[in-house]
Protein backbone atom coordinates (compact mmCIF):
# COMPACT_ATOMS: atom_id res chain seq x y z
CA UNK A 1 0.00 0.00 0.00
CA UNK A 2 0.86 3.75 -0.50
CA UNK A 3 0.26 6.22 1.96
CA UNK A 4 -0.93 9.73 0.35
CA UNK A 5 1.51 12.92 1.74
CA UNK A 6 -0.48 15.22 3.43
CA UNK A 7 0.48 17.98 1.20
CA UNK A 8 -0.62 16.38 -1.79
CA UNK A 9 -3.91 15.15 -2.98
CA UNK A 10 -2.56 12.20 -4.78
CA UNK A 11 -3.71 9.24 -5.05
CA UNK A 12 -1.05 6.48 -5.90
CA UNK A 13 -0.55 3.14 -7.91
CA UNK A 14 0.03 1.22 -4.67
CA UNK A 15 0.05 -2.37 -7.24
CA UNK A 16 3.71 -1.04 -8.54
CA UNK A 17 4.93 -1.70 -4.78
CA UNK A 18 6.48 -4.47 -3.65
CA UNK A 19 6.46 -2.77 0.71
CA UNK A 20 4.77 -0.16 2.20
CA UNK A 21 5.59 3.53 0.83
CA UNK A 22 5.75 5.67 3.53
CA UNK A 23 6.45 9.63 3.46
CA UNK A 24 5.72 12.74 5.08
CA UNK A 25 5.30 16.18 4.18
CA UNK A 26 2.81 17.89 6.81
CA UNK A 27 2.33 21.35 5.75
CA UNK A 28 3.59 24.36 7.98
CA UNK A 29 0.78 25.24 10.53
CA UNK A 30 -1.25 28.61 9.32
CA UNK A 31 0.01 30.18 12.61
CA UNK A 32 3.78 29.16 12.45
CA UNK A 33 3.46 30.52 9.03
CA UNK A 34 1.75 34.05 9.93
CA UNK A 35 4.77 34.33 12.43
CA UNK A 36 7.22 33.30 10.38
CA UNK A 37 6.21 35.88 7.66
CA UNK A 38 6.27 38.25 10.60
CA UNK A 39 9.41 37.80 11.52
CA UNK A 40 11.14 38.12 7.72
CA UNK A 41 8.73 41.38 7.56
CA UNK A 42 10.39 42.86 10.76
CA UNK A 43 13.68 41.62 9.76
CA UNK A 44 13.26 43.53 6.18
CA UNK A 45 12.31 46.30 7.95
CA UNK A 46 15.09 46.36 10.24
CA UNK A 47 16.99 45.89 6.74
CA UNK A 48 16.22 48.72 5.15
CA UNK A 49 16.48 51.06 8.33
CA UNK A 50 20.51 49.76 8.33
CA UNK A 51 20.79 50.26 4.69
CA UNK A 52 19.70 54.04 5.50
CA UNK A 53 22.49 54.25 8.07
CA UNK A 54 25.02 52.93 6.04
CA UNK A 55 24.01 55.51 3.18
CA UNK A 56 24.37 58.42 5.24
CA UNK A 57 27.46 57.06 7.13
CA UNK A 58 25.71 56.74 10.45
CA UNK A 59 26.20 53.32 10.62
CA UNK A 60 29.87 51.55 9.49
CA UNK A 61 29.03 49.84 5.73
CA UNK A 62 31.05 47.00 5.11
CA UNK A 63 29.31 46.57 1.89
CA UNK A 64 31.31 46.08 -1.36
CA UNK A 65 30.31 49.83 -3.55
CA UNK A 66 30.56 50.85 -7.06
CA UNK A 67 34.02 53.39 -6.41
CA UNK A 68 32.86 57.11 -6.34
CA UNK A 69 34.57 57.65 -9.39
CA UNK A 70 32.45 54.75 -11.92
CA UNK A 71 29.29 56.03 -11.04
CA UNK A 72 28.58 56.72 -14.66
CA UNK A 73 29.68 53.06 -15.52
CA UNK A 74 27.47 49.97 -16.48
CA UNK A 75 27.25 48.79 -12.78
CA UNK A 76 29.45 45.98 -11.97
CA UNK A 77 27.49 45.38 -8.62
CA UNK A 78 23.91 45.35 -8.00
CA UNK A 79 23.19 46.53 -4.37
CA UNK A 80 19.11 45.57 -3.98
CA UNK A 81 20.13 41.89 -5.13
CA UNK A 82 22.16 41.67 -2.29
CA UNK A 83 19.82 42.40 0.64
CA UNK A 84 19.06 39.73 1.56
CA UNK A 85 22.89 38.25 1.94
CA UNK A 86 23.57 41.70 3.38
CA UNK A 87 20.77 42.13 6.14
CA UNK A 88 19.56 38.72 6.60
CA UNK A 89 22.14 35.59 6.06
CA UNK A 90 24.50 37.81 7.55
CA UNK A 91 23.56 37.84 10.83
CA UNK A 92 23.59 34.46 11.21
CA UNK A 93 26.63 33.42 9.18
CA UNK A 94 28.55 31.89 11.81
CA UNK A 95 26.26 29.15 10.75
CA UNK A 96 27.96 28.17 7.70
CA UNK A 97 31.37 27.68 6.30
CA UNK A 98 33.44 26.34 9.47
CA UNK A 99 36.45 25.00 9.27
CA UNK A 100 36.48 21.13 9.81
CA UNK A 101 40.66 20.27 11.17
CA UNK A 102 39.86 16.50 11.16
CA UNK A 103 38.34 13.79 9.19
CA UNK A 104 34.40 14.47 8.82
CA UNK A 105 33.32 11.16 10.37
CA UNK A 106 30.52 10.17 13.27
CA UNK A 107 32.64 12.88 15.06
CA UNK A 108 34.96 15.57 13.88
CA UNK A 109 37.12 18.86 15.46
CA UNK A 110 36.40 22.59 14.61
CA UNK A 111 38.56 25.47 14.33
CA UNK A 112 37.36 27.96 17.13
CA UNK A 113 36.74 31.22 15.11
CA UNK A 114 35.17 34.25 16.62
CA UNK A 115 33.78 37.69 14.93
CA UNK A 116 33.91 41.21 16.29
CA UNK A 117 31.74 42.62 13.54
CA UNK A 118 28.64 40.94 13.50
CA UNK A 119 29.74 38.45 11.46
CA UNK A 120 31.20 40.54 8.43
CA UNK A 121 34.80 38.88 9.20
CA UNK A 122 35.95 35.75 11.47
CA UNK A 123 39.07 35.48 13.30
CA UNK A 124 40.36 32.60 14.55
CA UNK A 125 41.36 32.14 18.49
CA UNK A 126 43.46 29.44 17.72
CA UNK A 127 41.57 26.55 19.53
CA UNK A 128 40.28 23.64 18.53
CA UNK A 129 36.63 22.46 19.48
CA UNK A 130 37.62 18.66 20.00
CA UNK A 131 35.08 15.13 19.59
CA UNK A 132 31.91 17.39 17.96
CA UNK A 133 29.04 14.87 16.90
CA UNK A 134 29.07 15.53 13.16
CA UNK A 135 25.28 15.03 11.77
CA UNK A 136 25.49 16.82 8.46
CA UNK A 137 28.29 15.09 6.25
CA UNK A 138 26.92 13.20 3.58
CA UNK A 139 29.28 10.05 5.13
CA UNK A 140 26.38 7.58 5.16
CA UNK A 141 28.28 4.21 5.19
CA UNK A 142 30.80 6.05 7.31
CA UNK A 143 34.29 5.66 4.63
CA UNK A 144 34.94 9.06 5.70
CA UNK A 145 37.74 7.67 7.68
CA UNK A 146 42.20 7.74 7.92
CA UNK A 147 42.79 4.36 8.84
CA UNK A 148 41.39 0.90 7.84
CA UNK A 149 41.48 -0.68 4.08
CA UNK A 150 40.44 1.97 1.89
CA UNK A 151 42.54 4.42 3.83
CA UNK A 152 45.71 1.84 3.05
CA UNK A 153 44.72 1.21 -0.70
CA UNK A 154 44.78 4.79 -1.34
CA UNK A 155 47.65 5.23 0.03
CA UNK A 156 49.42 2.51 -1.83
CA UNK A 157 47.74 3.97 -4.96
CA UNK A 158 49.47 6.95 -4.35
CA UNK A 159 53.02 5.49 -3.95
CA UNK A 160 52.43 3.67 -7.32
CA UNK A 161 50.21 6.27 -9.84
CA UNK A 162 51.00 9.66 -7.87
CA UNK A 163 48.13 12.18 -6.82
CA UNK A 164 47.92 13.99 -10.61
CA UNK A 165 47.03 12.34 -13.78
CA UNK A 166 47.82 15.95 -15.81
CA UNK A 167 45.62 14.86 -18.90
CA UNK A 168 42.04 14.31 -20.05
CA UNK A 169 40.93 10.59 -20.44
CA UNK A 170 41.01 11.06 -24.37
CA UNK A 171 44.56 12.05 -24.54
CA UNK A 172 47.00 9.92 -22.02
CA UNK A 173 45.12 10.08 -18.80
CA UNK A 174 43.17 6.98 -19.44
CA UNK A 175 45.26 4.82 -16.31
CA UNK A 176 44.55 0.78 -15.76
CA UNK A 177 42.94 1.96 -12.74
CA UNK A 178 40.04 4.29 -14.48
CA UNK A 179 39.15 1.06 -16.88
CA UNK A 180 38.97 -1.10 -13.38
CA UNK A 181 36.73 1.42 -11.91
CA UNK A 182 34.43 1.61 -14.41
CA UNK A 183 34.08 -2.21 -15.39
CA UNK A 184 33.06 -2.14 -11.15
CA UNK A 185 30.82 0.23 -11.62
CA UNK A 186 28.96 -1.08 -14.18
CA UNK A 187 28.75 -4.85 -12.32
CA UNK A 188 27.85 -3.27 -9.24
CA UNK A 189 25.13 -1.07 -11.11
CA UNK A 190 23.95 -3.94 -13.41
CA UNK A 191 24.35 -2.50 -16.53
CA UNK A 192 26.19 -2.94 -19.60
CA UNK A 193 28.63 0.04 -19.58
CA UNK A 194 30.09 2.95 -17.21
CA UNK A 195 31.83 6.23 -17.34
CA UNK A 196 33.40 7.63 -13.87
CA UNK A 197 33.80 11.48 -14.00
CA UNK A 198 36.23 13.66 -11.63
CA UNK A 199 33.34 15.58 -10.22
CA UNK A 200 29.78 14.77 -9.12
CA UNK A 201 28.14 18.23 -9.88
CA UNK A 202 30.00 18.25 -13.60
CA UNK A 203 28.28 14.78 -14.26
CA UNK A 204 25.33 16.33 -14.57
CA UNK A 205 25.81 19.89 -15.83
CA UNK A 206 28.17 18.27 -18.56
CA UNK A 207 26.46 15.52 -19.80
CA UNK A 208 22.67 16.35 -19.85
CA UNK A 209 23.69 19.07 -22.98
CA UNK A 210 25.59 16.24 -24.95
CA UNK A 211 22.37 13.82 -24.55
CA UNK A 212 19.35 16.29 -25.45
CA UNK A 213 19.65 19.42 -27.49
CA UNK A 214 17.79 21.96 -29.76
CA UNK A 215 13.98 20.46 -30.25
CA UNK A 216 13.93 17.94 -27.36
CA UNK A 217 11.79 18.00 -23.90
CA UNK A 218 13.11 17.70 -20.40
CA UNK A 219 10.54 17.06 -17.73
CA UNK A 220 12.31 18.04 -14.77
CA UNK A 221 11.00 17.50 -11.33
CA UNK A 222 10.35 20.83 -9.21
CA UNK A 223 12.91 20.03 -6.45
CA UNK A 224 15.78 18.87 -8.65
CA UNK A 225 19.47 19.41 -8.07
CA UNK A 226 21.41 22.46 -9.17
CA UNK A 227 23.23 21.06 -11.46
CA UNK A 228 20.11 18.91 -12.97
CA UNK A 229 18.90 22.45 -13.32
CA UNK A 230 22.11 23.85 -14.77
CA UNK A 231 22.44 20.97 -17.29
CA UNK A 232 19.12 20.84 -18.75
CA UNK A 233 19.55 24.76 -19.15
CA UNK A 234 22.71 23.97 -21.22
CA UNK A 235 21.44 21.81 -23.51
CA UNK A 236 19.18 24.64 -24.67
CA UNK A 237 16.15 21.80 -24.73
CA UNK A 238 12.66 22.98 -23.98
CA UNK A 239 12.15 22.34 -20.15
CA UNK A 240 8.61 22.10 -18.23
CA UNK A 241 8.57 21.05 -14.55
CA UNK A 242 6.37 18.51 -12.52
CA UNK A 243 4.75 19.07 -8.91
CA UNK A 244 7.23 17.10 -6.59
CA UNK A 245 6.93 13.21 -6.68
CA UNK A 246 3.30 14.12 -8.10
CA UNK A 247 2.69 11.59 -10.95
CA UNK A 248 -0.90 13.02 -12.26
CA UNK A 249 1.35 16.13 -13.16
CA UNK A 250 4.25 14.10 -14.94
CA UNK A 251 1.61 12.05 -16.53
CA UNK A 252 -0.84 15.60 -17.57
CA UNK A 253 3.30 16.68 -19.31
CA UNK A 254 3.70 13.48 -21.30
CA UNK A 255 0.60 13.54 -22.65
CA UNK A 256 0.43 17.26 -23.89
CA UNK A 257 3.71 16.92 -24.87
CA UNK A 258 2.96 13.82 -27.74
CA UNK A 259 -0.54 15.29 -28.58
CA UNK A 260 0.94 19.06 -28.91
CA UNK A 261 4.68 18.75 -29.58
CA UNK A 262 7.03 21.08 -29.94
CA UNK A 263 5.66 25.37 -30.09
CA UNK A 264 3.89 26.36 -32.86
CA UNK A 265 5.54 23.53 -35.64
CA UNK A 266 4.00 20.89 -33.42
CA UNK A 267 6.44 18.58 -35.15
CA UNK A 268 6.80 15.75 -32.64
CA UNK A 269 9.82 15.88 -30.19
CA UNK A 270 13.12 14.46 -30.98
CA UNK A 271 13.50 12.94 -27.52
CA UNK A 272 11.47 13.22 -23.62
CA UNK A 273 13.98 12.72 -21.38
CA UNK A 274 12.33 12.70 -17.15
CA UNK A 275 14.80 13.63 -14.70
CA UNK A 276 14.33 12.84 -10.82
CA UNK A 277 16.59 11.72 -8.49
CA UNK A 278 16.39 8.75 -6.13
CA UNK A 279 16.88 11.02 -2.86
CA UNK A 280 15.85 14.66 -2.51
CA UNK A 281 18.19 16.10 -0.26
CA UNK A 282 16.27 19.16 0.94
CA UNK A 283 12.76 16.91 1.64
CA UNK A 284 14.45 13.37 2.54
CA UNK A 285 12.00 11.80 -0.18
CA UNK A 286 12.35 9.10 -2.40
CA UNK A 287 11.02 9.19 -5.91
CA UNK A 288 8.36 7.08 -6.84
CA UNK A 289 10.96 5.00 -9.22
CA UNK A 290 8.17 2.30 -10.19
CA UNK A 291 5.32 4.87 -11.15
CA UNK A 292 7.80 6.42 -13.03
CA UNK A 293 9.19 3.63 -14.73
CA UNK A 294 5.83 2.79 -16.03
CA UNK A 295 4.66 6.21 -16.99
CA UNK A 296 8.05 6.11 -19.11
CA UNK A 297 7.75 2.90 -20.45
CA UNK A 298 3.58 3.57 -21.46
CA UNK A 299 4.60 7.23 -23.62
CA UNK A 300 8.37 5.97 -25.14
CA UNK A 301 10.12 8.80 -23.04
CA UNK A 302 13.83 8.37 -21.78
CA UNK A 303 14.66 8.40 -17.73
CA UNK A 304 17.50 10.28 -16.00
CA UNK A 305 18.03 8.81 -12.76
CA UNK A 306 20.44 10.62 -10.47
CA UNK A 307 21.42 8.64 -7.48
CA UNK A 308 23.57 11.08 -5.62
CA UNK A 309 22.21 10.41 -2.29
CA UNK A 310 20.71 6.91 -2.79
CA UNK A 311 23.51 5.24 -4.61
CA UNK A 312 24.99 3.14 -1.56
CA UNK A 313 22.75 3.91 1.55
CA UNK A 314 19.09 2.59 -0.02
CA UNK A 315 18.38 -1.08 -1.02
CA UNK A 316 19.19 -4.12 0.70
CA UNK A 317 22.61 -4.37 -1.07
CA UNK A 318 23.08 -0.50 -1.36
CA UNK A 319 22.60 -0.56 -4.96
CA UNK A 320 20.51 2.59 -4.49
CA UNK A 321 16.46 3.46 -5.41
CA UNK A 322 16.72 0.45 -7.84
CA UNK A 323 18.05 -1.71 -5.51
CA UNK A 324 15.16 -0.51 -2.79
CA UNK A 325 12.15 -1.13 -4.98
CA UNK A 326 12.90 -4.21 -6.38
CA UNK A 327 13.28 -2.95 -9.91
CA UNK A 328 15.16 -3.94 -13.41
CA UNK A 329 18.55 -1.43 -13.76
CA UNK A 330 17.45 -1.89 -17.52
CA UNK A 331 14.28 0.22 -17.23
CA UNK A 332 16.25 3.31 -16.08
CA UNK A 333 18.02 5.07 -19.35
CA UNK A 334 20.24 6.52 -17.56
CA UNK A 335 22.15 6.29 -14.32
CA UNK A 336 23.85 8.73 -12.48
CA UNK A 337 25.21 8.63 -9.20
CA UNK A 338 28.17 10.04 -7.45
CA UNK A 339 30.87 8.79 -5.27
CA UNK A 340 31.61 11.93 -2.89
CA UNK A 341 28.74 11.02 -0.20
CA UNK A 342 28.47 6.84 0.58
CA UNK A 343 31.95 6.29 -0.84
CA UNK A 344 33.78 8.96 0.95
CA UNK A 345 35.96 10.16 -2.14
CA UNK A 346 35.30 12.59 -5.15
CA UNK A 347 33.23 12.92 -8.88
CA UNK A 348 30.38 10.76 -10.42
CA UNK A 349 29.72 8.33 -12.84
CA UNK A 350 27.25 7.55 -15.84
CA UNK A 351 26.11 3.76 -16.19
CA UNK A 352 23.70 2.35 -19.00
CA UNK A 353 23.88 0.29 -22.63
CA UNK A 354 27.52 0.54 -24.01
CA UNK A 355 26.15 2.37 -27.17
CA UNK A 356 25.29 5.52 -24.60
CA UNK A 357 28.55 5.26 -23.05
CA UNK A 358 30.17 5.12 -26.33
CA UNK A 359 28.41 8.31 -27.28
CA UNK A 360 29.56 10.07 -24.17
CA UNK A 361 33.11 9.31 -24.26
CA UNK A 362 33.00 10.93 -27.90
CA UNK A 363 30.36 13.98 -27.11
CA UNK A 364 30.35 14.65 -23.28
CA UNK A 365 32.33 18.00 -22.33
CA UNK A 366 33.33 16.29 -18.74
CA UNK A 367 35.13 13.50 -21.09
CA UNK A 368 36.87 15.29 -23.36
CA UNK A 369 38.10 18.48 -21.32
CA UNK A 370 38.01 17.63 -17.59
CA UNK A 371 41.45 16.28 -16.24
CA UNK A 372 40.84 12.30 -15.38
CA UNK A 373 40.14 11.44 -11.73
CA UNK A 374 43.11 11.71 -9.29
CA UNK A 375 44.52 7.52 -8.92
CA UNK A 376 44.39 7.34 -4.68
CA UNK A 377 40.53 9.01 -5.45
CA UNK A 378 39.97 6.21 -7.91
CA UNK A 379 41.21 3.80 -5.73
CA UNK A 380 38.90 4.89 -2.49
CA UNK A 381 36.04 4.13 -5.07
CA UNK A 382 37.04 1.00 -5.81
CA UNK A 383 38.11 -0.22 -2.11
CA UNK A 384 35.17 0.70 -0.66
CA UNK A 385 32.13 -0.55 -3.49
CA UNK A 386 34.08 -4.06 -2.94
CA UNK A 387 33.30 -4.04 0.32
CA UNK A 388 29.55 -3.05 -0.14
CA UNK A 389 28.98 -5.37 -2.64
CA UNK A 390 31.29 -8.42 -0.11
CA UNK A 391 34.15 -8.86 -2.18
CA UNK A 392 36.79 -8.40 0.59
CA UNK A 393 36.08 -11.60 1.85
CA UNK A 394 34.48 -9.65 5.01
CA UNK A 395 30.73 -8.65 6.27
CA UNK A 396 31.89 -5.25 7.07
CA UNK A 397 29.46 -3.76 3.84
CA UNK A 398 26.50 -5.75 4.82
CA UNK A 399 27.01 -4.54 8.46
CA UNK A 400 26.93 -1.16 7.47
CA UNK A 401 24.30 -0.96 5.40
CA UNK A 402 22.69 -2.98 8.13
CA UNK A 403 24.10 -0.24 10.36
CA UNK A 404 22.65 2.93 8.56
CA UNK A 405 18.74 1.34 8.27
CA UNK A 406 18.96 0.69 12.07
CA UNK A 407 20.30 3.93 12.53
CA UNK A 408 17.82 5.51 10.43
CA UNK A 409 14.99 3.52 11.59
CA UNK A 410 15.98 4.75 15.23
CA UNK A 411 16.26 8.77 14.88
CA UNK A 412 13.35 9.55 12.53
CA UNK A 413 11.71 7.52 15.38
CA UNK A 414 13.06 9.37 17.94
CA UNK A 415 12.21 13.06 16.74
CA UNK A 416 9.30 11.86 15.70
CA UNK A 417 7.90 10.56 19.44
CA UNK A 418 9.37 13.97 20.46
CA UNK A 419 6.92 16.16 18.80
CA UNK A 420 8.86 17.60 15.98
CA UNK A 421 7.76 17.85 11.97
CA UNK A 422 10.47 15.70 10.18
CA UNK A 423 10.01 15.39 6.31
CA UNK A 424 10.90 12.43 3.81
CA UNK A 425 10.38 9.01 3.43
CA UNK A 426 10.33 6.60 6.68
CA UNK A 427 14.01 4.74 4.90
CA UNK A 428 15.92 7.90 3.97
CA UNK A 429 19.32 8.74 5.91
CA UNK A 430 18.44 12.47 4.67
CA UNK A 431 15.59 13.71 7.69
CA UNK A 432 14.36 17.46 7.18
CA UNK A 433 13.53 18.78 10.77
CA UNK A 434 11.38 21.88 10.18
CA UNK A 435 12.41 24.86 12.47
CA UNK A 436 10.01 27.38 10.10
CA UNK A 437 10.69 30.83 11.87
CA UNK A 438 13.80 33.06 10.76
CA UNK A 439 15.12 33.09 14.65
CA UNK A 440 15.57 29.49 15.03
CA UNK A 441 17.71 29.26 12.33
CA UNK A 442 20.57 30.97 14.03
CA UNK A 443 20.04 29.80 17.24
CA UNK A 444 19.73 26.03 16.53
CA UNK A 445 22.92 25.78 14.89
CA UNK A 446 24.69 27.85 17.46
CA UNK A 447 22.86 26.38 20.42
CA UNK A 448 23.72 22.52 18.96
CA UNK A 449 27.36 23.57 18.77
CA UNK A 450 27.34 24.61 22.38
CA UNK A 451 26.60 21.28 23.02
CA UNK A 452 29.08 19.83 21.23
CA UNK A 453 26.77 18.36 18.38
CA UNK A 454 27.49 19.67 14.46
CA UNK A 455 24.14 20.42 12.64
CA UNK A 456 23.13 21.77 9.25
CA UNK A 457 20.67 24.78 9.17
CA UNK A 458 18.85 25.61 6.05
CA UNK A 459 16.78 28.43 5.12
CA UNK A 460 15.29 30.55 2.20
CA UNK A 461 16.38 30.75 -0.50
CA UNK A 462 17.47 27.09 -0.39
CA UNK A 463 13.83 26.44 1.23
CA UNK A 464 10.73 27.75 0.47
CA UNK A 465 10.77 30.77 2.61
CA UNK A 466 8.31 29.22 5.52
CA UNK A 467 9.96 25.82 5.67
CA UNK A 468 13.44 26.85 7.19
CA UNK A 469 14.58 23.49 8.38
CA UNK A 470 17.77 21.87 10.32
CA UNK A 471 19.08 18.63 7.81
CA UNK A 472 20.28 15.66 9.38
CA UNK A 473 22.01 13.10 7.53
CA UNK A 474 22.72 9.34 9.23
CA UNK A 475 25.61 7.60 9.27
CA UNK A 476 26.12 4.06 9.84
CA UNK A 477 29.40 5.52 11.59
CA UNK A 478 27.08 7.00 14.58
CA UNK A 479 26.51 4.68 16.95
CA UNK A 480 23.52 4.21 19.15
CA UNK A 481 24.66 6.02 22.13
CA UNK A 482 25.86 8.91 19.61
CA UNK A 483 22.18 9.35 18.35
CA UNK A 484 20.34 9.56 21.86
CA UNK A 485 23.58 11.99 22.75
CA UNK A 486 21.91 14.08 19.69
CA UNK A 487 18.69 13.55 20.34
CA UNK A 488 18.31 14.74 23.72
CA UNK A 489 19.55 18.75 23.65
CA UNK A 490 17.28 19.29 20.30
CA UNK A 491 14.50 19.07 22.23
CA UNK A 492 15.95 21.37 24.91
CA UNK A 493 17.32 23.66 22.08
CA UNK A 494 13.99 24.03 20.50
CA UNK A 495 11.79 24.31 23.52
CA UNK A 496 14.05 26.56 25.81
CA UNK A 497 15.76 29.15 23.21
CA UNK A 498 13.19 29.99 21.07
CA UNK A 499 12.45 33.21 22.69
CA UNK A 500 15.86 34.44 23.31
CA UNK A 501 16.59 33.30 19.46
CA UNK A 502 13.74 35.98 18.83
CA UNK A 503 15.10 38.54 20.80
CA UNK A 504 18.36 38.38 19.51
CA UNK A 505 17.51 37.86 16.22
CA UNK A 506 15.45 40.97 15.79
CA UNK A 507 17.21 43.44 18.03
Known amino acids: SSRVCPNQNVTHNSNLYKKPFLESFEETPLLVAVLTYMGYGIL?????????????????????????????????????????????????????????????????????????????????????????????????????????????????????????????????????????????????????????FGMGFATNSMNIPALTGKGCLILSDELNHASLVLGARLSGSTIRVFKHNNMQSLEKLLRDAIVHGQPRTHRPWKKILIVVEGIYSMEGSLVRLPEVIALKKRYKAYLYLDEAHSIGAMGPNGKGVVDYFGLDPKDVDIMMGTFTKSFGAAGGYIGGKKELIDYLRRHSHSALYATSISPPVAQQIITSMKIIMGEDGTTLGADRLRQLSENTTYFRRKLRDMGFIIYGNDDSPVVPMMLYMPAKIGAFGREMLKRNIGTVVVGFPATPIIESRARFCISAAHTREMLHTVSHPISQVVSKHYSVAQTETFI
Not at 66 to 84: A, T, W
Not at 178 to 187: D, G, I, Q, T, Y
Open 44 to 196: TIFGYLRDFLRHWNIEKCNVAREREEQRDFVPLYQDFENFYTRNLYMRIRDNWNRPICSVPGAKMDLVERVSHDYNWTFEHTGKVVKNVINMGSYNYLGFAENTGACADAAIESTQKYGVGVGSTRCEIGNLDIHVELESLVARFLGVESSMA
